[in-house]
């Protein structure tokens, strides 16, 4: 069978993989202990892997999403994710991995665009990012009775709540916000201040 099949993760363009995630869990869950396997050996969940080595560049965890994604679709049990909960929980609660900011976006919710002026795409990306952590830690803290991992799944989906945080009603926009809570929406969702704001896109992008 294709799902007892192991296929490098690193044959695979990260970005490539993003759009096509949901076609190869269909093929073939190897990819995702292939992941799994990334993942313990770095000791970080992949993000933008090149040559089998991990740069952290961009934004967001895609493998997070990736291996959530599995879960969801059936797949977990395929897959030893155990493994990598511990890392998951240590990279989403602590300073020691690769999060940007990451003591702001606990502390506030939102990480302040004083401080990063890739502030909302952060956030939004973080909050994404808790909700793939939480399905993957509240799998495992299911099937192996561990209620470390239940509780740590219920603070990552309180967190996944975040990006509500940053969306401004009076223009329906996901905004930079200050560490004072005052906005600093773009002058429209697709003007030159809006496509600074964020990463790779502008605020109608990322609305």
């Known amino acids: 069978m294709c799902m007892l099949i192991d296929i490098p993760i690193n044959i695979i363009d990260i970005s490539e993989s993003?759009?096509?995630?949901?076609?190869?869990?269909?093929?073939?869950s190897g990819v995702m202990r292939s992941m799994v396997d990334m993942g313990s050996?770095?000791?970080?969940?992949?993000?933008?892997?090149?040559?089998?080595i991990e740069t952290n560049c961009m934004v967001g965890k895609h493998g997070m999403a990736s291996m959530a994604e599995s879960i969801l679709a059936g797949y977990g049990n395929y897959t030893d994710f155990e493994t990598i909960v511990p890392i998951i929980i240590s990279e989403t609660t602590t300073d020691n991995g690769p999060r940007v900011d990451i003591e702001f976006y606990?502390?506030?919710?939102?990480?302040?665009?004083?401080?990063?002026?890739?502030?909302?795409?952060?956030?939004?990306?973080?909050?994404?990012?808790?909700?793939?952590?939480?399905?993957?830690e509240e799998f495992i803290g299911n099937a192996y009775s561990i209620d470390e991992y239940i509780t740590s799944a219920n603070n990552s989906l309180n967190r996944a709540l975040n990006y509500q945080l940053i969306f401004n009603t009076e223009v329906n926009l996901m905004c930079p916000?200050?560490?004072?809570?005052?906005?600093?929406c773009p002058k429209t969702s697709t003007s030159k201040d809006a496509w600074d704001d964020f990463v790779e896109g502008d605020a109608e992008h990322w609305r």
Do not use: R
């Open 41 to 52: 050996q770095n000791g970080m969940i992949p993000k933008w892997p090149l040559a089998s």
């Open 18 to 28: 993003i759009v096509n995630s949901p076609l190869y869990l269909l093929i073939c």
């Open 177 to 184: 916000k200050k560490a004072d809570a005052s906005w600093q």
């Open 106 to 136: 606990l502390a506030y919710g939102y990480i302040p665009v004083e401080d990063n002026a890739h502030s909302a795409a952060l956030t939004l990306s973080y909050s994404f990012d808790d909700y793939s952590a939480s399905v993957i």
